[in-house]
């Protein structure tokens, strides 16, 4: 897997607007690229972004209520850094799917941890 560097790392919660306000108005972290229909921003935090997911009924079985959830790492290509991972036996989450703008895939590691690999066309 060709990493490129981290991508962001994900924030669950069920206070999204006082989340944002907080990170963005009292902390003054750019937020740099919202999807409102599925209430997450990405918030740049220096080295690395956060990206900020509210927690609602939909989203409340799939996740822990709060913290948190996966940390993403940013590959050239996620069809074949997902390749050499299946090659390597490590547990899958989901296989690679476009989402929004970028390109994602999610996968274990041995404590259950999420990982997530990103590719990111605003990153090449």
Known sequence: MKLAGTHHVALRTPNFAEMERFYAQTLGFPITRRWDDVNIVFIDVGSTTIELIGRDDVTAGVAPTGGWDHLALHVESVDEAFQELIAKGVKIRSEPRDFQ????????????NVLELVEDPRQA
Do not use: I, L, Y
């Open 101 to 112: 703008n970028v390109r994602t895939a999610f996968f274990f590691d041995p404590d259950g």
